[in-house]
């Protein structure tokens, strides 16, 4: 998962409180228009209302942390040098086997990472 992937998930957890708060703010200045200015049952709503879409928010933000944390920790479990320790920790794969799946996925990773970099090389131009 890249860092990218966490900014979208906490925008979109940002814009929809925004919204929601819009949408309060917007029933409320409208709850004024219609009720006495000098009553204090709409400021007392207002607050009340404000106090739950605060507490909502913090509650999707924890909710959220919690959920990319176990995500991300997911993925990197599943790496695929980590699932070639753990096979070869187990016994599955011999020395050799292991040394040759290793150097096989060194050079398709810089086989990869070469072919990026002269991406990078070629827009930049």
Same mark, same amino acid.
């Given at each position: 998962?890249? $860092?990218? +992937?966490?900014?979208?998930?906490?925008?979109?957890?940002? !814009?929809?409180?925004?919204?929601?708060?819009?949408? @309060?703010?917007?029933?409320? #200045?409208?709850?004024?228009?219609?009720?006495?200015? =000098?009553?204090?049952? *709409?400021?007392? !709503?207002?607050?009340?209302?404000?106090? @739950?879409?605060?507490? !909502?928010?913090? !509650?999707?933000?924890?909710?959220?942390?919690?959920? =990319? +944390? &176990?995500?991300? /920790?997911? &993925? $990197?479990?599943?790496? *695929?040098?980590?699932?070639?320790? /753990?096979?070869?920790?187990?016994?599955?794969? &011999? /020395?050799?086997?292991?040394? $040759?799946?290793?150097?096989?996925?060194?050079? #398709? +990773?810089? @086989?990869?990472?070469?072919?990026?970099? &002269?991406?990078?090389? =070629?827009?930049?131009?």
């Amino acid at each position: 998962m890249s $860092h990218l +992937d966490d900014w979208y998930g906490e925008i979109t957890v940002v !814009a929809l409180l925004l919204a929601f708060g819009a949408g @309060i703010v917007a029933l409320y #200045v409208l709850g004024n228009f219609f009720v006495t200015l =000098t009553a204090t049952a *709409p400021i007392v !709503a207002g607050m009340v209302m404000f106090g @739950i879409v605060f507490v !909502a928010a913090m !509650a999707a933000a924890d909710f959220y942390s919690d959920t =990319t +944390d &176990s995500e991300e /920790e997911a &993925s $990197h479990e599943r790496e *695929p040098l980590a699932v070639l320790k /753990e096979r070869y920790a187990r016994g599955e794969l &011999s /020395e050799e086997e292991f040394e $040759h799946k290793v150097t096989m996925l060194l050079d #398709v +990773d810089e @086989i990869a990472s070469e072919k990026y970099e &002269s991406e990078l090389v =070629t827009d930049r131009n």
